[in-house]
């Protein structure tokens, strides 16, 4: 293959990449306000960033919240990013292949941009951002559904963790031993 004929697939695949990045971020807004993440960022709006923290942690983490006053607060914020989370990762979605669809289009672009030439009319910093970026862009879409069902397991620990130490109206620490 000639180099410019693998420069010019090169900007193709490059130009898909981003497209596909387009279609996946609008497909993305579209599930967050199914799953009723967005009204609850809206709600979370009035918290103290303190508090808005405190139940960051907890849903990341599938722990109870150390302030029992929060506890109905991070079973709603959970549940709400239980349903994104699985919204995008249950079996038929449309979400669930575009991982590996950007890391293939990530994949095919540093395969051409290696054998392209790249660095006979590329200055060497930007081939290795080029470079760089496409292969990150590959682990991101290999790893993207494995780190999703993480999530979405850590967030259903925390709901289950909570909703008990809400019904036991104890402390969240005591209520979790």
């Not at 919240?65 to 349903?83: G, I, K, M, T, W």
């Not at 760089?132 to 069902?149: E, N, T």
Request: proline share 3%; aromatic share 12%; hydrophobic share 50%.
């Amino acid at each position: 293959m000639s180099d410019s004929l693998a420069i010019v697939l090169l900007y193709v695949t490059l130009a898909f990449l981003g497209a596909f990045y387009v279609v996946w971020v609008i497909i993305d807004r579209r599930k967050r306000t199914e799953s009723g993440w967005t009204e609850w960022c809206r709600t979370a709006k009035a918290l103290p960033w303190r508090d808005r923290w405190e139940l960051c942690r907890a849903t990341l983490r599938g722990r109870v919240v150390s302030d029992p006053r929060l506890a109905a607060l991070v079973v709603q914020r959970a549940e709400r990013y239980h349903a994104w989370l699985d919204r995008s990762i249950r079996p038929g979605s449309s979400t669930r292949w575009f991982g590996l669809g950007f890391a293939a289009l990530s994949l095919l672009g540093l395969f051409l941009a290696l054998i392209g030439g790249a660095a006979s009319w590329f200055d060497y910093r930007l081939e290795g951002a080029l470079v760089g970026g496409l292969f990150g862009g590959a682990l991101v879409g290999l790893l993207i559904y494995p780190w999703c069902a993480l999530l979405r397991n850590q967030a259903q620990r925390c709901i289950d963790a909570n909703r008990h130490a809400a019904s036991l109206g104890e402390p969240g620490r005591k209520a979790a031993q």
